[in-house]
Nanobody, 125 residues
Framework: QVQLVESGGGLVQAGGSLRLSCAPSGRTFSISIMGWFRQAPGQEREFVAAISRNSGRTDYADSVSGRFTISRDNAKNTVYLQMNSLKPEDTAVYYC??????????????????WGQGTQVTVSS
């Protein structure tokens, strides 16, 4: 089993920045990919970014590319999502996810095995 705990959400004005953190615990050696997803009210959960824990390869949704950066600190066993130039449309609950099955990054929520509880990000205009 893997447990994921997110932190760092909050309220920010448009153009501002936030950094989310995700700290996995439990059988962390089994994790191959760490990802971030988000879900706004009435919408489906959508892919934001992901990173390979071994290679460091990253992938981003077009809507956040150039504004968001995903990174990992293997020593601290933590994954971060640095969000800059935030827009009101970035408002959502952000979820950290862990994939223990695939070696390559997938963008579908069904590909991920474990999920955090979510953290709210609200961007005011």
């Amino acid at each position: 089993q893997v447990q994921l705990v997110e932190s760092g959400g909050g309220l920010v004005q448009a153009g501002g920045s936030l950094r989310l953190s995700c700290a996995p615990s439990g059988r962390t050696f089994s994790i191959s990919i760490m990802g971030w997803f988000r879900q706004a009210p009435g919408q489906e959960r959508e892919f934001v970014a992901a990173i390979s824990r071994n290679s460091g390869r990253t992938d981003y949704a077009d809507s956040v590319s150039g504004r968001f950066t995903i990174s990992r600190d293997n020593a601290k066993n933590t994954v971060y999502l640095q969000m800059n130039s935030l827009k009101p449309e970035d408002t959502a609950v952000y979820y950290c996810a862990a994939d223990t099955s695939y070696s390559s990054i997938r963008r579908t929520p069904e590909s991920y095995d474990y999920w955090g509880q979510g953290t709210q990000v609200t961007v005011s205009s």
